[in-house]
């Protein structure tokens, strides 16, 4: 089945605590993002990739970290997460981002709690 | 960034038609409208999208006004599964902002039995 998936997909943690949350996509897509969703703010994209080695900031990239060594990959890395950073947070991939090709799919989702 | 309008919340009658509107007057030429949904803290899921012509496709029908500042999304038949927030999106143009993707509020559709 063609699909995004992330884990964990509930984490629990304290502040400064390296964390890593995966995202992979089994459908060859170039084009991956990660998105944060808060309540009143509605999604906001931290950073994207749009092919491997090719990574670029999006709205609130600050705190956040991403590498894309591989294209099914595209690991979240917060490297001293702080409580500001408890959040919904949600990976999306497309084929490219030209014509035709760009509609994104998401995953399931990370629940994020940062104490 | 052309920026979206939204209503916050509407509501709908099971099985009559949902049409949800969406205002994107600084829109630019080579500019797509998208249109996703999010049921309860799932992850948003592609409903349709278009550049200036009407597009239909099995879940739902996009009409964009010919000058392009605005759009409506509708739903031909909802179903209470319909419930969820709508959100309109403009895709932005050229080089590497291609991959940028801006999420509104949204609006809330809450489909009554």
């Known amino acids: 089945e063609a699909q995004v998936t992330q884990n964990p997909r509930y984490l629990i943690t304290v502040t400064g605590k390296k964390l890593t949350v995966t995202c992979s996509q089994n459908m060859n897509h170039e084009y991956m993002s990660w998105y944060r969703q808060d309540p009143g703010l509605g999604l906001r994209q931290i950073y994207y990739?749009?092919?491997?080695?090719?990574?670029d900031k999006g709205d609130v990239p600050e705190g956040y970290k991403v590498s894309r060594k591989e294209k099914r990959n595209f690991p979240l890395i917060l490297e001293s997460p702080s409580p500001n950073q408890t959040s919904l947070y949600f990976c999306?991939?497309?084929?490219?981002?030209?014509?035709?090709?760009?509609?994104?799919?998401f995953g399931p989702g990370t629940r994020l709690l940062v104490l | 960034d052309a920026k979206t309008t939204q209503p916050p919340s509407m509501d709908c009658a099971e099985g009559r038609a949902a049409n949800l509107p969406c205002n994107h007057s600084t829109i630019s030429g080579n500019e797509y409208v998208y249109w996703y949904r999010q049921i309860h803290s799932q992850g948003p899921q592609y409903i349709i999208h278009?550049?200036?012509n009407n597009e239909t496709n099995e879940m739902a029908s996009l009409i964009i006004t010919e000058d392009r500042k605005s759009s409506t999304l509708i739903l031909p038949h909802a179903t209470l599964r319909d419930t969820a927030v709508y959100y309109c999106i403009v895709r932005p143009a050229g080089g590497t902002s291609y991959g940028k993707l801006t999420f509104g509020q949204g609006t809330i559709l809450t489909v009554h039995p």
């Open positions: 990739s749009m092919n491997v080695e090719v990574t």
């Open positions: 999306a991939s497309s084929l490219s981002v030209y014509r035709g090709r760009e509609t994104q799919y």
């Open positions: 278009g550049l200036k």
